[in-house]
């Protein structure tokens, strides 16, 4: 992990990718319900506040194992929502 700015940017493109995934099945599928989708847009904005505040929490005393962490959850989160994308 380089710094605490190249984290943010990784978070911030994962889950921007995987939003804009889900709005282009949406406009390929427009005759299906999308309740399903917005599930998956709405579980990915809560995965990004909660992990842009673990980001911005000082209170750690490791932070090289604090920011591996925060990175192997998001690769763990980033993987099960392109699989609910997949199942669409």
Do not use: C
């Not at 190249?6 to 319900?33: M, R």
């Not at 506040?49 to 989160?77: M, P, S």
């Amino acid at each position: 992990m380089a710094n605490k700015r190249d984290l943010k940017k990784d978070i911030n493109f994962v889950l921007g990718d995987i939003i804009e995934a889900v709005y282009i099945w949406e406009l390929s599928n427009t005759q299906k319900p999308t309740k399903e989708s917005e599930a998956i847009i709405e579980e990915a904005i809560a995965t990004f506040d909660e992990l842009i505040a673990r980001v911005n929490d000082r209170n750690v005393e490791d932070k090289k194992a604090h920011f591996k962490a925060i990175n192997n959850d998001l690769e763990t989160k980033g993987r099960e929502l392109v699989a609910k994308i997949n199942k669409l």
